[in-house]
């Protein structure tokens, strides 16, 4: 278990995927210099895309910034709202959980990755299910071409949302891509976001933990 209050002991790691520039994104827990245990490295499914061209010839490590500690901690603390547990500003984690293990692909996915536009991807007729407002750090979901689709609200300026999907979404010829993947960003309207229950995705499906 690890207690966090507002400072997270995280490192990014970027590991060289290509020579096109891309870098698998993990992340790392360091453990105490007088701690025999090695560091802890939980991947995700997160690719970088660098436009730094040295950068995908080595590994390199980065803090977590201020924007990925507090999307975590909003993130940890609304599923903690979600299973009627107290709000705090101090929390206890245990990053064997499968729920708190999805929160950090999610804060991987909006510290890295390139948002896709929803033309094409959400259904485009008269609105017949009112939006939902949801904070960052909320689940939501979305109206797709696919069906109903679950989501996370990362980020929000105005009337536009950064979400991180939860499931794929199967595109058809509107869309230049044959799908969008779980953990990829999409850029919404505000009014573009339902109530969660819509969706059928829950976070808490593990990636692969070494140690």
Not at 106 to 123: D, E, K, N, R
Request: hydrophobic share 40%; net charge negative.
């Amino acid at each position: 278990m690890i207690e966090l209050d507002g400072e997270c002991p995280f490192l990014w790691r970027l590991s060289a995927e290509s020579s096109e520039g891309f870098c698998a994104v993990s992340m790392v827990v360091p453990y105490q210099d007088d701690d025999l245990r090695k560091d802890l490295t939980i991947e995700t499914t997160v690719v970088s895309l660098s436009s730094d061209s040295s950068r995908s010839a080595q590994e390199e490590m980065l803090e977590w910034n201020q924007d990925d500690i507090n999307l975590f901690l909003k993130m940890v603390n609304y599923q903690r709202q979600l299973n009627a547990l107290p709000v705090s500003d101090t929390v206890r984690i245990d990053l064997s959980d499968p729920s708190i293990i999805e929160i950090i692909h999610v804060v991987a996915a909006a510290g890295f990755g390139t948002a896709y536009t929803s033309h094409g991807v959400l259904l485009d007729y008269p609105r017949r299910i009112p939006s939902h407002p949801c904070p960052v750090g909320a689940m939501a979901a979305l109206n797709t071409v696919s069906g109903y689709r679950s989501c996370v609200v990362v980020a929000m300026e105005e009337e536009e949302v950064v979400c991180v999907l939860l499931e794929d979404i199967q595109l058809g010829i509107a869309y230049d891509l044959e799908r969008l993947h779980r953990h990829d960003l999409l850029l919404v309207n505000r009014d573009d976001l339902l109530h969660p229950e819509f969706g059928e995705a829950i976070i808490g499906s593990p990636p692969r933990v070494t140690h």
